[in-house]
Nanobody, 127 residues
Framework: HVHLEESGGGSVQSGGSLRLSCEVAKNSFPSFCMGWFRQLPGAGREGVSTIDTDGATTYADSVKGRFTISQEKYKNRLYLQMDSLKPEDAGTYFC?????????????????????WGQGTQVTVSS
């Protein structure tokens, strides 16, 4: 079992920044493809960004240039730096992990590919 725990959510004004953190309670952290997803009530989980064991990243078009995913393997931590936040970025943000080390080549931010999930952290952006 892989335990994931997010932190860093909160409320900011449009244009502000937040940094989300995810602690991965599993020694084999470097063997995962890691991702950040977000969800609004009643909607599906949208893939925001992924990073694989070699540091290759993907981003949803809506966040490119504003969000940055990173990881510190020795700390077993995943991060999402969110800058220039917009009201449409609001939602519950989830950290997720997929075994194998490398993200899917096709549709890497497909939530169905990720086996392990955190409980989420809330992000609110006011206009």
């Amino acid at each position: 079992h892989v335990h994931l725990e997010e932190s860093g959510g909160g409320s900011v004004q449009s244009g502000g920044s937040l940094r989300l953190s995810c602690e991965v309670a599993k020694n084999s952290f470097p063997s995962f493809c890691m991702g950040w997803f977000r969800q609004l009530p009643g909607a599906g989980r949208e893939g925001v960004s992924t990073i694989d064991t070699d540091g290759a990243t993907t981003y949803a078009d809506s966040v490119k240039g504003r969000f940055t995913i990173s990881q510190e393997k020795y700390k077993n931590r995943l991060y999402l730096q969110m800058d220039s936040l917009k009201p449409e970025d609001a939602g519950t943000y989830f950290c997720a992990a997929m075994g194998g080390g490398y993200c899917m080549t096709f549709n890497p931010r497909n939530a169905a590919s990720f086996q392990y999930w955190g409980q989420g952290t809330q992000v609110t952006v006011s206009s």
